[in-house]
T-cell receptor
Framework: EPEVTQTPSHQVTQMGQEVILRCVPI?????FYWYRQILGQKVEFLVS????????KSEIFDDQFSVERPDGSNFTLKIRSTKLEDSAMYFC???????????FGQGTRLTVV | DQQVKQNSPSLSVQEGRISILNCDYT??????FLWYKKYPAEGPTFLIS?????DKNEDGRFTVFLNKSAKHLSLHIVPSQPGDSAVYFC????????????FGSGTQLTVLP
């Protein structure tokens, strides 16, 4: 069964450092998303990506965040200068041509120290 | 601004009985609703969905009911099994919005053997 895969599963970084979280969405999907879940809180939408550009983004997705689909298979989330409050589980998701249910990856736990 | 609310953080049910998880929403623009199940250290897994043109959708042991006038939906699991123990998230989306999901805070379901 096709699945969304994310790497790494756990990333520890120092405050102020840049991190890149990687995702390989399901191959024939067209809509791509990043969500995050701070420990004990709800899953929050960050950004959606369609047709090689951001289609929507939340207030959380400020200038420190960027997304890219560099090679037609990977979908990355970059945090330019990490803050302690960026510590969370980051989930990548993708949807097909008729976006109904999104399929999620297993997540990357980002710990900023 | 909690557009999707799950007011019960936890629910315990005996194996074989019915589990009923509830969700309320405030944004009348939402027209597609989904339930996801999440185990610790894993991404959300799609369970079942319903369009706003329906009031019920059934898939095996899982049934979702939608009451648009009350802006309320519920997930019924019958019979409940110990393997159903997980956090259940209600989510909602708007057609034409790239289907980004707005999640509730989740309900921890524990099915007791």
């Amino acid at each position: 069964e096709p699945e969304v895969t994310q790497t790494p599963s756990h990333q520890v970084t120092q405050m102020g450092q840049e991190v890149i979280l990687r995702c390989v969405p399901i191959s024939n999907h067209l809509y791509f998303y990043w969500y995050r879940q701070i420990l004990g809180q709800k899953v929050e939408f960050l950004v959606s990506f369609y047709n090689n550009e951001i289609s929507e983004k939340s207030e959380i997705f400020d200038d420190q965040f960027s997304v890219e689909r560099p090679d037609g298979s990977n979908f990355t989330l970059k945090i330019r200068s990490t803050k302690l409050e960026d510590s969370a589980m980051y989930f990548c998701a993708s949807c097909g041509l008729n976006p109904t249910e999104a399929f999620f990856g297993q997540g990357t736990r980002l710990t900023v120290v | 601004d909690q557009q999707v609310k799950q007011n019960s953080p936890s629910l315990s049910v005996q194996e074989g009985r019915i589990s009923i998880l509830n969700c309320d929403y405030t944004n009348s623009m939402f027209d597609y609703f989904l339930w996801y199940k999440k185990y610790p250290a894993e991404g959300p897994t799609f369970l079942i969905s319903i369009s706003s043109i329906k009031d019920k959708n059934e898939d095996g042991r899982f049934t979702v009911f939608l009451n648009k006038s009350a802006k309320h939906l519920s997930l019924h699991i019958v019979p409940s099994q110990p393997g159903d123990s997980a956090v259940y998230f209600c989510a909602a989306s708007i057609t034409g919005s790239a289907r980004q999901l707005t999640f509730g805070s989740g309900t921890q379901l524990t099915v007791l053997p």
